[in-house]
Nanobody, 117 residues
């Protein structure tokens, strides 16, 4: 059974930084694309950033220049990270890890990120 487990969320002041991590387990296949999405209260889930197995990255306009997505090393390609700098109150949301494994889409349980003074 495939599982995605996120970690690294929390409470941070505006301008601060957090690093989210996600590990995919339970599959003998390496994930193709992996990514991060977020959902704020009362809003639809939205894309934050994605990264392909080959390293191609895509970011939402709202996070470009502040967030960086990366994959683990060659032996840890089932891991994806999101480095978030310059956090703003509008970044407050539950952040979800996503992975495409052999054409099937999987989601993590989410981790809360709260940006507040």
């Amino acid at each position: 059974q495939v599982q995605l487990v996120e970690s690294g969320g929390g409470l941070v002041q505006p301008g601060g930084s957090l690093r989210l991590s996600c590990i995919a387990s339970g599959s003998m296949f390496r994930p193709n694309a992996m990514g991060w999405y977020r959902q704020a209260p009362g809003k639809q889930r939205e894309l934050v950033a994605t990264i392909s197995n080959g390293g191609m990255k895509n970011y939402a306009d709202s996070v470009k220049g502040r967030f960086t997505i990366s994959r683990g090393s060659a032996k840890a390609k089932n891991t994806v990270y999101l480095q978030m700098n310059g956090l703003k109150p509008e970044d407050t949301a539950v952040y979800y890890c996503n992975a495409d494994i052999t054409g099937w889409e999987y989601w993590g349980q989410g981790t809360q990120v709260t940006v507040s003074s």
